[in-house]
């Protein structure tokens, strides 16, 4: 029996076509199959499906309401899932509530800070014994200075002796010739550049210069330099590398710019620095730390960083040193004060005292201190710096006899309350702090347990609530608190077309503003703190702790700022403490003073416009008395020697 094959290119076909619908049949059985679900494997989707097979128009209405309705539910649920947790934003809702009406209302408070100071780094930490970015970067370039300086101190020294030892000069031409194998000679000074030993490098240099004429010199002119004007080192004619920088790190002056505007400032030579050179002279410097560690505390030399390493080690504190400064100083250390709170007639005044009491010293200064924005004044006592005062000027400067009372008044000039009143600033202030914290997110504020809380005992507390302030939340309140206030600023003027006319000064300054505005949002602002904090020598963040009472008044407030650096070493604890109520104001030493300075029946204030203008003036009349015997000494001059001063605007009368 035989068969009959097909032919070939039949056959190709037919396979082809075959293997075709089969694999289209695969993939949609599969594309059917995977569109399908069942209770058992796949989660429930939807609540209520539309049958459109059915015909039934009241049937059709039903399940289109209901699949509307589980739609609805599904997206509630959806938006649920990203929603904050309710007591987050319950808390921030209680607060502003209450801060609104804390600020509309009048009130009294006072205040105590303590002090205390901890190591930046602890001592456990992973980041114990390294030191921190900006410090490394002084430090290095500090460093790098005295190592070029006691460079070329040393190479123009005549009494530097170059006898070295055969041995020695051999093993460097050793290694010369072995780094020419490998790369070229100018790699191989370049390692021992690295080298701290100063006769290594004039060995490398004495032998390099025996043998670089056997170098290989193909690519180069007869002068030594190749296409692109540089010699077999890198270097141009002037000395330079491709970079603009030669051998010693130092940049070409041409690179720099006019070296007449170089300020010559302490750190004035960082832009001169070679990057390279300086990882370089960082891993020396810091391998002499680690030996100067390990080592006696005599054995090695004190390593030189110049003036600006002195500084450094002069404001770092140690912790022995913040030790003691908690027990001699901090210890005893307080800032207390009380105010009084007017928002209808927006005056504020308050006493503010810097104390120490020890067992064997105390020592207090108090300043009382007024300001009123609806008059656009300012008192205080000017006990306090009465002494800076009469230093700057004794002869205009009263005693405390001449004084008529506890308190001076200073006010703005009248063509300044003329064009924007300080009330117009006072409230526009005031509304940014509002809307301000009116946007900050729900996620740092919380509702804290008070239980365990002394202070919430102290003051009668019934809830707080927590807000966190780092560089990043205070530099999008301060972003938006100027927002907020040019806006109202804008609102103000627009609001008095007849006081500020198109192309008013004060107008056109705030709509300049408003279109700055425009370009950066408020986390800029946040984020440029943060940059900030990242290379300044300070760090900041605090903590408040808002205390409210079970009709949810603002009865207390606790603050807590860190202030820290590397530089100093230490970070400083700032613990604020602020009541409320009337019982603590009536009871604290500071309420006579203040009482005595601003109370309705404390003296008059002494017009301090009048004291400045009395005091310009008696200037002024000064200088013109000096100006006056200058020309009596030119005139008796005159006098007595009439040949002298003959051509002089002064005639001499012979006859007299």
């Given amino acids: 029996m035989s068969i009959t094959r097909p032919a070939r290119g039949k056959l190709q076909f037919y396979s082809y076509h075959s293997f075709k619908i089969a694999c289209y049949t695969a993939?949609?059985?599969?594309?059917?199959?995977?569109?399908?679900s069942t209770p058992s494997t796949a989660p429930q989707t939807t609540g209520a499906l539309i049958d459109y097979s059915v015909t039934d128009m009241s049937l059709n209405q039903a399940q289109g309401r209901a699949f509307n309705e589980h739609l609805q539910a599904s997206q509630q649920q959806h938006e649920q899932l990203f929603t904050l947790p309710n007591s987050e934003a319950q808390a921030k809702t209680r607060l502003l509530t209450a801060i609104r009406q804390h600020l509309g209302t009048e009130h009294v408070s006072v205040s105590q800070a303590h002090y205390q100071a901890v190591p930046f780094i602890d001592a456990d930490?992973?980041?114990?014994?390294?030191?921190g970015?900006?410090?490394?970067?002084?430090?290095?370039?500090?460093?790098?200075?005295?190592?070029?300086?006691?460079?070329?101190?040393?190479?123009?020294?005549?009494d530097y002796d170059y006898n070295l030892n055969d041995e020695k000069l051999s093993s460097a031409r050793a290694e010369i010739e072995a780094a020419m194998d490998a790369t070229d000679a100018?790699?191989?000074?370049?390692?021992?550049?690295?080298?701290?030993?100063?006769?290594?490098v004039i060995v490398a240099e004495e032998a390099y210069e025996s043998i670089a004429s056997d170098y290989d010199t193909e690519g180069y002119d007869e002068y030594g330099y190749d296409q692109d004007g540089y010699d077999r080192y890198g270097f141009d004619q002037y000395g330079y590398d491709e970079y603009g920088y030669d051998q010693y790190g130092s940049q070409d002056p041409y690179l720099e710019g006019d070296d007449d505007y170089d300020t010559g400032g302490a750190l004035s030579g960082l832009s001169k620095l070679n990057p390279r050179d300086l990882f370089r002279k960082y891993e020396v410097m810091q391998a002499q730390k680690q030996a100067k560690t390990a080592a006696p505390a005599d054995a090695l030399p004190p390593m030189s960083t110049g003036m600006l390493g002195l500084l450094l080690d002069s404001i770092h504190r140690t912790p022995e040193q913040i030790k003691a400064t908690n027990a001699y100083q901090y210890r005893y250390l307080t800032f207390n004060s009380v105010s009084q709170f007017k928002p209808e007639q927006k005056r504020i005044q308050s006493v503010y005292s810097y104390d120490y009491a020890a067992p064997t010293m105390s020592s207090s200064i108090q300043i009382p201190l007024a300001l009123d924005f609806a008059n656009s004044r300012l008192s205080l006592d000017p006990s306090a710096i009465m002494p800076v005062v009469a230093l700057i000027n004794p002869e205009q400067t009263p005693t405390p006899n001449e004084m008529t009372a506890h308190t001076v008044d200073f006010g703005l000039p009248e063509s300044i309350t003329s064009q924007l009143p300080s009330a117009v600033i006072y409230d526009a202030v005031i509304t940014g702090i509002q809307g301000s914290m009116a946007e900050i997110s729900p996620e740092y504020f919380s509702a804290v347990d008070i239980r365990d809380d002394t202070f919430a005992k102290q003051v009668g507390a019934s809830s707080a609530v927590k807000v966190y302030f780092g560089s990043k939340q205070s530099g999008e309140m301060i972003g938006r608190m100027l927002k907020y206030i040019s806006q109202s600023l804008s609102a103000y003027v627009d609001a008095h077309p007849d006081r500020y006319p198109d192309g008013a000064l004060l107008k056109t300054a705030i709509d300049k503003?408003?279109?700055?505005?425009k370009g950066y949002q408020s986390a800029d602002v946040g984020a440029l703190l943060q940059l900030v904090e990242a290379i300044a020598p300070i760090s900041f963040n605090h903590t408040n702790y808002y205390y409210l009472n079970h009709s949810d008044r603002l009865i207390a407030k606790q603050q807590r700022t860190n202030i820290g650096s590397d530089l100093f070493g230490a970070k400083l604890t700032v613990l604020n403490q602020t009541r409320y109520d009337a019982q603590s104001y009536n009871n604290h030493a500071l309420t006579p003073l203040l009482t005595q300075s601003f109370g309705p029946n404390a003296a008059s204030a002494i017009d301090g416009n009048a004291w400045l203008k009395q005091s310009k003036l008696n200037k002024e009349r000064l200088e013109q008395a000096r100006y006056a015997r200058y020309d009596y000494n030119d005139a008796y001059d005159a006098m007595e020697n009439p040949y002298e001063y003959e051509n002089d605007e002064y005639e001499v009368d012979d006859n007299n």
């Avoid at 460093?143 to 006691?150: C, L, N, P, R």
């Avoid at 100018?186 to 290594?200: G, H, P, T």
């Avoid at 503003?513 to 505005?517: A, K, L, R, S, T």
């Fill in 186 to 200: 100018a790699r191989a000074l370049e390692e021992y550049d690295a080298d701290a030993d100063v006769n290594k």
């Fill in 133 to 158: 970015l900006l410090r490394t970067i002084i430090e290095t370039y500090a460093y790098s200075e005295m190592q070029d300086e006691d460079d070329s101190n040393y190479s123009n020294d005549d």
């Fill in 513 to 517: 503003i408003e279109v700055y505005n």
């Fill in 27 to 36: 993939f949609s059985a599969a594309a059917i199959s995977g569109c399908q």
């Fill in 125 to 131: 930490s992973i980041d114990a014994g390294a030191t």
